[in-house]
């Protein structure tokens, strides 16, 4: 059970800026590629077109470092997590198939993750949980958000084989979607996920989100075969006439925070 994290694939907002040979003169007859604001082309795979550091306009917010919900108990991943998430998950091509990371071949891959993003979190633009049975302790997976322009959140989670069709990714999504609108300033949250991943994409509508739109070659996989593939996307917006936060389909309200 897998979406497509930016938070695990490291720096990941570009924008994309046009080349002296890639801007196209006033009166071409050159036609211009059909637009839409839901599906297109990756202008990444262009090599007309240049990448730049993205905007500078990230809203940074602040995440409680552990949520419990009835079943689970997410908190931030630290050193000695590193042999746990291996083993779990990281390793596992199956697990990382539709990711954006690369499936880790050693322990210090894993290490290294988790020295990236705990050094991201104080910036307030990326913020990884590990997701804990509470009964047991077991490590399940992980569920991180990373910060967007225009007052956007991205999700994406990860998780051990023996946690799919458990309710597990959807239990801590709706309790991630949930404590991120606690913050009024957030408008949108959203997330994207292959089309072959139907479980993925279930997992999102229980949480609320809903399908916008399918991005044409959006994502390298890098564990596929390293080409861009297309990638559904799924949001939920705060309605700005209202004061109440957006509440997910199938979503427990019973969740704290530390």
Known sequence: MMTQPNWAAGPSQI????????????????????????????????????????????????????????????SWPTEVDA????????????????VRFLTH??????????????ALRPAGTDFVWLVRERSTGILLGAIGVHAMPRAAVEIGYCYARDAWGRGIATEAACAVVEIVFGDE?????????????????????????AYECTLRRHVVLGNLDGEPHDAMRYGLVRNPLRKK??????????????
């Open 185 to 209: 300033k957030i408008r949108r949250i959203f997330a994207t996920c292959a089309p072959e991943n139907a479980a993925s994409a279930r997992v999102l509508e229980k949480a609320g989100l």
């Open 245 to 258: 936060k957006p509440s997910g389909g199938r979503c427990s309200r019973r969740v704290k925070h530390k």
């Open 15 to 74: 924008r994309v800026a046009k080349t002296k040979q890639g801007r196209k003169k006033r009166g071409s007859s050159q036609e211009r590629e059909p637009q839409s604001p839901c599906i297109r082309h990756d202008r990444n795979v262009n090599t007309g077109l240049r990448l730049q550091p993205g905007p500078k306009n990230f809203l940074a917010v602040r995440l409680p470092e552990k949520i419990v919900t009835e079943r689970l108990l997410l």
């Open 105 to 118: 071949h050693s322990v210090e891959d894993t290490r290294a993750f988790i020295e990236e993003v705990n």
């Open 83 to 98: 042999d746990e998430m291996f083993a779990r998950y990281a390793s596992d091509p199956e697990v990382t198939r539709y």
